[in-house]
């Protein structure tokens, strides 16, 4: 890989660490062995030293070296959500992209190619931060998860805004509270949708911590001063059921984990009671080992109410019937002997592990032989989750977001990273006109995601949108098949309609002239008749087909006359069923004014140096020939000639492709043309052709093939030309070569 920085050009294989470092990277992959299926060493000794070597010299707010934060969020990804090496990977790589010298491209070629859209996709949900628009919880989220195609970028962004979030107290106060609110209130709850139950709750209680320190640490206490109490009262609560567990011979663990410190305190704000009456302040957690299965759950939950007394309409049965998101338990709360309350929850390893750690849960437990299909099963299954919002989830968390997928909305940005909302099916024309209504009438060429698009294309979510303006309005009628935007179907409405008059108004003054020339007189209102004899609906479509010289301002006059000597008009004047011109299709003016030597730098209206084109083999086109350009689909300009045959072939099957191109004045370079000539075989043509190129009409010649046969010559001549004017020139001369019959250019 190349990359400026001297530091980090070295293949990474071979890089030695120092080693502290070394000690860092075998923690990781020790942990990563630990929790992962499956685990590719190397690449994750790749992606370390990479991000040591590209953060290298950079420090954090708490002084520490960069690096540390992606090892961080590495460690989190592996120990804490429990995704794979890929994910571990893109983590530790997740800040190259957008603070370093180091490439995309760099990273795909290093890396591969699902390391790199992990990494892309993180770089764009940044871009989702620092845009405005999506400030609101429920946009923010329809955003990101429509534009995340692969929702593991979500998560490894969860773990990367909980390390930001464990290191918060290192950032000024006001940046803080912003950071601590956007947490509280676009994270959190999304990650509560994800089913991460343990990220959210830690996310909540450090945005709480951070907006109000003074409650944070009275709960926090006021935990700690109960701990030892808790601890009693639950060994003792549990041991008669223990012991029956143990008798029958279960493998178990018991978790008696208060409720995080966050959800206490909303609980004391909504219920308004004290800390002391929130009974549920914590649930005690029966975890059956392997290979318990659901049916011993049912067996632990008859041990309990042997025991203790349930409340019936407290019992929740998510075995047989699951939450959305996957999560199984028995929940059950009875009453202890001295009266108290407690909440029980009954369930497998599995279970439990899918319980806190949701989606990522899912995403290890994946079945099934293509990874593809799984990536997409998982998507799919998220998309369930979301469109089905469970009801009962309501009552347990904060507001329940309803979040539908809007599919008949698409979310784009401008190039600042300013979010528009657009309507599905979108084309940058919209995209243009809902920035500025002169942008839209100025619109030459779009940029999507930085390479160049035709104008008619349709968006995608998350796509970052450029558009192109020239200095005067490039207004295509047309267009109006392709927008789905109020504001520019009615720009367009209005235009063609002014079009439309004025080409009528042409069009009259030319009926005018003629009139008067051959001195008739007729009123509008009989004009308008004759206009019905000859098909038109009324007499602005007669102008308006006369202005745009599509019907001959002759033949209305014969109608004319015929009408006024005869009063009926010849059938034959009528009006043919002319369709308006094709080449009028595709009116975006590419101009190509600045040609380089390699074929690299195509400045469009002096505007635009980075659109990379190149010149179709197939026809050779040089300046001066009709030539339009094709979008190829790496997002470069290919031109052709006209009349290549090629280009018939590409107008019919990919017509969406093509943009107009038009040749700019002196591009003071050479192209390469073939002459094919034909004649009668003598002694010298050869020479002679070859002495009037190369000397009389200073030409390059790159190459004379010829052979022949029973006196006739047959040749191919390839020369440099800087245009068509030039390569005529070339073939009239060549023309009157003693014996040459036939000259013509050859593709
Ligand atoms: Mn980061």
């Known amino acids: 890989m190349t990359i400026q920085n001297p530091d980090i050009t070295q293949d990474l294989a071979t890089v030695q660490l120092d080693p502290a470092q070394q000690v860092e990277l075998n923690n990781l992959l020790n942990e990563c062995q630990a929790h992962l299926e499956s685990c590719d060493a190397d690449l994750i000794s790749k992606a370390f030293k990479l991000a040591f070597l590209s953060h290298k010299g950079i420090v954090r707010a708490s002084g520490e070296p960069y690096y540390l934060h992606p090892l961080e969020v590495a460690r989190i ?188 305190y909303r609980k004391m704000t909504r219920q308004q009671k004290p800390f002391e009456e929130i009974y549920d302040l914590f649930a005690i957690r029966i975890i059956l080992q392997e290979p318990h299965t659901k049916e011993d759950c049912w067996r632990v939950y008859s041990f309990i109410t042997d025991s203790y007394t349930p409340i019936p309409e407290r019992f929740r049965d998510f075995i047989s019937v699951p939450k959305a998101n996957g999560y199984q338990s028995l929940h059950t709360t009875v009453v202890s002997s001295t009266g108290q309350k407690v ?90 006109f809902e920035i500025h209504s002169e942008v839209g009438e100025r619109a030459l060429a779009a940029k999507v995601n930085g390479k160049i698009v035709p104008l008619r294309l349709r968006l995608k979510s998350g796509d970052q949108v450029e558009i192109i303006t020239g200095k005067q309005i490039n207004l295509n009628p047309d267009w109006i098949n392709d927008v789905v935007t109020h504001k520019a179907r009615a720009r367009l409405r209005q235009y063609i309609k002014q079009k439309e008059r004025k080409v009528s108004n042409e069009g009259r003054q030319l009926w005018n002239k003629k009139a008067d020339r051959a001195g008739i007189e007729i009123s509008d209102q009989e004009l308008a008749k004759v206009a019905t004899r000859l098909r038109y609906s009324s007499l602005q479509m007669l102008f308006f087909d006369i202005g745009s010289g599509v019907y001959d301002v002759n033949k209305l006059l014969k109608a004319v006359k015929s009408y006024m000597s005869k009063g009926r008009v010849d059938e034959s004047e009528a009006r043919s069923d002319l369709d308006s011109p094709a080449a009028d299709h595709y009116k975006i003016a590419y101009d190509i004014n600045n040609i380089h030597g390699g074929g690299e730098g195509l400045i469009l209206n002096g505007e635009l140096t980075d659109v990379r084109f190149s010149f179709a083999r197939c026809c050779n086109p040089i300046p001066g020939d009709d030539v339009v350009g094709f979008i190829s689909r790496e997002g470069d300009i290919k031109i052709h000639r006209v009349s290549c045959k090629n280009t018939r072939h590409l107008i019919k099957t990919d017509g969406e492709r093509i943009v107009d191109v038009s040749w700019a004045r002196n591009t003071g370079n050479q192209f390469m043309a073939a002459i094919r000539i034909v004649g009668e075989d003598r002694v010298g043509l050869v020479s002679d052709i070859s002495s009037l190129i190369s000397k009389n009409l200073k030409t390059n010649m790159k190459s004379i093939n010829v052979t022949s046969d029973s006196g006739m010559f047959e040749g191919t001549l390839i020369i440099m030309v800087d245009g068509i004017g030039h390569l005529e020139k070339v073939i009239m001369r060549l023309q009157k070569v003693n014996g040459i019959k036939e000259v013509y250019r050859y593709e």
Do not use: C
Not at 226 to 240: M, T
Not at 404 to 415: A, G, H, K, Q, R
């Open 77 to 264: 990804v592996v120990k804490e959500i429990g995704m794979d090496d890929v994910s571990v990977a893109a983590a530790l790589l997740h800040d190259t992209v957008e603070d370093t010298e180091v490439s995309l491209d760099d990273i795909r070629s290093e890396f591969g190619p699902t390391v790199a859209h992990l990494i892309d996709g993180m770089t764009k949900i940044s871009g989702v931060f620092k845009s405005k628009g999506a400030k609101q919880a429920e946009t923010f989220m329809k955003l990101l998860l429509s534009m995340a195609e692969d929702l593991r970028v979500v998560l490894i962004k969860f773990a990367d805004r909980l390390h930001n979030m464990r290191t918060i107290q290192h950032l000024p106060r006001k940046k803080q509270l912003s950071i601590a609110n956007e947490t509280m209130e676009l994270f959190a709850p999304l990650a509560h949708r994800f089913g991460i139950y343990n990220i959210k709750s830690e996310l909540e209680d450090l945005s709480f911590k951070t907006m109000d320190p003074t409650g944070y640490k009275f709960i926090a206490r006021k935990l700690r001063e109960k701990k030892d109490a808790r601890e009693k009262f639950i060994s003792k609560f549990l041991e008669p059921v223990e012991e029956q567990l143990r008798a029958s011979g279960f493998k178990f663990n018991v978790k008696g984990r208060p409720k995080h410190i966050y959800s206490i």
């Open 343 to 432: 909440e029980i929850q009954i369930r497998t390893e599995k279970m439990d592990e899918i319980a806190e750690r949701g989606f990522a849960a899912h995403w290890r437990y994946k079945e099934g032989p293509g990874k593809e299909q799984d990536i997409n099963r998982f998507v799919s299954w998220v998309r369930d989750v979301l469109d089905n919002p469970r009801p009962e989830a309501a009552t347990e968390f904060v507001e329940d977001f309803q979040l539908n997928l809007y599919t008949d909305e698409i979310y784009v940005f401008s190039p600042k990273g300013e979010l528009k909302t657009l309507p599905k099916g979108a084309t940058p024309i919209d995209f243009a």
